[in-house]
């Protein structure tokens, strides 16, 4: 347990933002779930652009890392491309 007024600061802050992070990690999944549900070309791209987005703002904001951001970029973009 915390023993410094500090140190309880710090911890409440940590909180607040795992739980800022979990909401934020749970819209990256169900972005990614919409885009890979999409099974027309013409559904998947705007869903993908969308997606896109949302990977680069939480890379920028360090919820995830910059290369897990570019690795599900790259994936969703060759299953859009290889749609009909």
Not at 69 to 77: M, Q
């Amino acid at each position: 347990m915390a023993q410094h007024k500090s140190a309880e600061k710090r911890a409440r802050q940590a909180s607040r933002k795992a739980a800022r992070n979990t909401q934020w990690k749970s819209r990256m999944r169900t972005a990614i779930k919409r885009v890979r549900a999409a099974k027309e070309k013409e559904k998947a791209v705007p869903e993908l652009q969308k997606t896109v987005k949302l990977l680069d703002q939480l890379a920028a904001k360090g919820v995830i890392h910059k290369n897990k951001a570019a690795n599900n970029k790259s994936a969703l973009t060759k299953y859009v491309n290889s749609l009909k």
